[in-house]
């Protein structure tokens, strides 16, 4: 008893640190993504404020950020979104080196420096480059489903997919199940005593033998379906990568590279993510 009453509680902590390590440390070691700011610069024969910062995803996951821009000439009090700008904000900003410019006269004619304060808000979302391409297919192909979390997010309920190799191999199990009974109730057939008997018995096996061929063709439907939506999700996220990438890409030739700038010390820069 004494052997037993030591080993369980070595059990227990055993279990309480295998648990740990799948479910709660992947969860500590996740990072968030941060968003850090660079002096303010002033173009003054542009009339326009260049305002940097660098987008961080902390980590190998990627996300996608929404950036708006905020200014308050009342040290604060209120705010109101910038509209005159271009460079990096709005939907769709991958991790990187960021500039937005305002064009501060054009936003406010009577625009004198005073009281300002920068808010640049981020707003953020898991990205497709973490999904996989048509590739995804493979997967589905090995095991009906597995692809599906590959080429899309899973939502509350990550192993959703284990319902597609449930529904298949169920109807697979089904499908045989039904075959061996048909040709055991042939086999009685075959042993019929009576002309009812074997009409009865024929058709049994016949209704068996056909439903075991439904259910063979359905888990065919659904596996190749699988396949299918998985193939098609993934070529739609290439398609979207192409997207994000070429809006980046043309956020950076809109603001261009090596500009002469100089600093604005009278302004005061707030940065809130």
Do not use: C
């Amino acid at each position: 008893m004494s052997k037993n009453k030591k080993f369980e509680p070595m059990k227990l902590r055993f279990l309480l640190l295998v648990l740990t390590k799948i479910f709660i440390l992947p969860v500590l070691a996740q990072k968030v993504p941060s968003l850090k700011q660079d002096s303010i610069k002033l173009l003054k024969e542009q009339k326009k404020i260049i305002i940097p910062y660098r987008l961080n995803d902390n980590s190998d996951f990627k996300y996608e950020y929404d950036i708006k821009v905020f200014a308050s000439q009342d040290s604060g009090k209120t705010y109101k979104q910038l509209e005159k700008i271009k460079g990096h904000y709005g939907k769709d900003l991958l991790a990187g080196e960021k500039q937005i410019w305002w064009f501060y006269e054009e936003e406010n004619p009577d625009f004198d420096g005073l009281n300002l304060k920068i808010k640049v808000k981020a707003d953020y979302k898991p990205s497709v480059f973490n999904l996989m391409n048509a590739d995804a297919m493979k997967y589905s192909a090995l095991l009906p489903g597995l692809g599906q979390n590959k080429v899309k997010y899973p939502g509350a309920w990550k192993n959703r997919w284990i319902l597609t190799s449930v529904a298949v191999y169920g109807l697979i199990g089904g499908s045989v199940w039904l075959n061996i009974k048909a040709h055991e109730t042939y086999d009685k057939y075959l042993e019929a005593q009576t002309r009812n008997e074997a009409q009865s018995l024929f058709s049994e096996a016949k209704r068996q033998e056909l439903l075991s061929y439904g259910m063979a063709f359905a888990s065919a439907v659904v596996w190749a379906t699988d396949i299918v939506l998985v193939g098609t999700r993934g070529t739609k996220n290439a398609i979207e990568k192409k997207r994000i990438l070429k809006r980046n890409q043309e956020k950076d030739a809109e603001i261009g590279i090596g500009i002469n700038q100089t600093f604005f010390p009278q302004l005061h820069f707030q940065l809130k993510f």
